[in-house]
């Protein structure tokens, strides 16, 4: 019977370091597929949108019911944006390097964004807000 106990947990051992094993290299190669899916993807001249939103604007909320916007130039690495739930504009220069987007705001602030494999939004990095691409309008 000890047998038999020790060999299920040498094989549950073995098993457990296999998936793990496995698990790691299978996200590497997901990670590094998405980039090459994304590297023709430039943002520049685009316009992304949050999603609609059933807030209203009101005296002391001016900026509830703004969905929010990033508008890339495209000639220049400037962008002029305004967050979700502001009444702030705010712009700045941004550099994209394959699917990531860093913005250097004109308050001094720093963001990164994720380009979708599709081109069609970017994500917020930190806060996870997700914009769309005007040409794909939320539904």
Same mark, same amino acid.
């Given at each position: 019977?000890?047998?038999?106990?020790?060999?299920?947990?040498?094989l549950?051992?073995?098993?457990?370091?296999?998936?793990?094993?496995?698990? +790691?290299?299978?996200? =590497?190669?997901?990670?590094?597929? !998405? /980039?090459? %899916?994304?590297?023709? @993807?430039?943002?520049?001249?685009?316009?992304?949108?949050?999603?609609?939103?059933?807030?209203?604007?009101?005296?002391?909320?001016?900026?509830? +019911?703004?969905?929010? =916007?990033?508008?890339?130039?495209? !000639? /220049?690495? %400037?962008?002029?944006? @305004?967050w979700?739930?502001?009444?702030?504009?705010?712009?700045?220069?941004?550099?994209?390097?394959?699917?990531?987007?860093?913005i250097?705001?004109?308050?001094?602030?720093?963001?990164t964004?994720?380009?979708? /494999?599709?081109?069609?939004?970017?994500?917020?990095?930190?806060?996870?807000?997700?914009?769309?691409?005007?040409?794909?309008?939320?539904?």
């Amino acid at each position: 019977m000890r047998k038999y106990i020790f060999v299920v947990f040498c094989l549950i051992a073995m098993m457990g370091c296999n998936t793990s094993n496995v698990s +790691g290299t299978s996200t =590497s190669t997901t990670t590094t597929t !998405t /980039e090459i %899916k994304n590297k023709g @993807i430039k943002v520049a001249g685009k316009e992304f949108v949050g999603a609609p939103t059933k807030e209203k604007s009101m005296s002391g909320c001016e900026g509830c +019911g703004e969905r929010g =916007s990033f508008e890339f130039s495209a !000639t /220049e690495n %400037k962008v002029s944006f @305004i967050w979700s739930g502001s009444d702030i504009m705010d712009g700045g220069t941004y550099e994209q390097v394959g699917n990531k987007i860093t913005i250097e705001s004109m308050y001094g602030d720093t963001y990164t964004f994720t380009v979708s /494999e599709d081109g069609q939004e970017i994500t917020d990095d930190k806060y996870k807000g997700v914009f769309r691409d005007t040409q794909y309008p939320w539904k």
